[in-house]
């Protein structure tokens, strides 16, 4: 039971190159997040969906697109990569209170 | 909206000591409250939640937290600390269980 994949777990861009983060579950959970961390400020949510072909804006969603078009798949698209989403990129699903993090992707941004 | 302020960003203490890391948010509403731990290159993973109930919320790894709702602090403490809890603890908000706040976090060091 692999539970919540990233990949890929590194990349490195230059500025206006696009890239998509794929985060997979197996735990058949309806709700899945997409997060960035930043030093200093803890986790901040970027989109989340409750349950296939929907999706929300959380607190910091520019520069960002999601998908899911499949249950156990949520996309996060990056269409003009920018310096400042230099990050660590989280995705989570939730089965009752409960989030199940990835390990995370390391994104650059040159 | 809820918003999660965490006192210290980093506590050393020494094995077998006591620790406790602090926890105050603020919101309009009743909330769920969480501790999460993150060890390095690795995820988020939940140590304890307060959903409602008993005010004193028991852990893993001997972890607890106590809810005070008028002082508005959720509080994670553990007794005897070993070098294995060297870690950044997070503690989260919710009140509805989608919009979740982290605070900043808290690097806690064991040392030998």
């Known amino acids: 039971n692999a539970g919540v994949t990233q990949t890929p777990k590194f990349r490195v861009l230059k500025t206006g190159q696009s890239m998509t983060l794929l985060c997979a579950q197996d735990?058949?959970?309806?709700?899945m997040y997409w997060y960035r961390q930043d030093p200093g400020m803890g986790l901040r949510l970027i989109h989340y969906?409750?349950?296939?072909?929907?999706?929300a804006k959380g607190e910091v969603p520019d520069g960002y697109n999601v998908s899911r078009l499949k249950k156990q798949n949520f996309l996060l698209g990056l269409e003009s990569a920018a310096p400042s989403q230099t990050s660590v990129y989280f995705c989570?699903?939730?089965?009752?209170?409960?989030?199940?993090f990835g390990d995370g992707t390391r994104l650059s941004i040159l | 909206a809820q918003s999660v302020t965490q006192l210290d960003s980093q506590v050393p203490v020494f094995e077998e000591a006591p620790v406790e890391l602090r926890c105050n948010y603020s919101?309009?509403?009743?909330?769920?409250l969480f501790w999460y731990v993150q060890y390095p290159n690795q995820g988020l993973q939940l140590l304890l939640k307060?959903?409602?109930?008993?005010?004193l919320v028991k852990g893993i790894n001997g972890f607890e937290a106590e809810f005070n709702k008028s002082q508005t602090s959720f509080h994670l403490r553990k007794p005897s600390v070993h070098i294995s809890d060297t870690a950044e603890y997070f503690c989260?908000?919710?009140?509805?269980?989608?919009?979740?706040?982290f605070g900043a976090g808290t690097r806690l060091t064991v040392k030998p």
């Open positions: 307060y959903l409602s109930g008993s005010t």
């Open positions: 989570a699903s939730r089965s009752g209170t409960d989030q199940h």
């Open positions: 735990m058949n959970h309806e709700y």
């Open positions: 989260a908000v919710t009140y509805n269980n989608n919009d979740m706040r």
């Open positions: 919101s309009s509403v009743s909330v769920y």
């Open positions: 969906s409750v349950g296939e072909g929907t999706t």
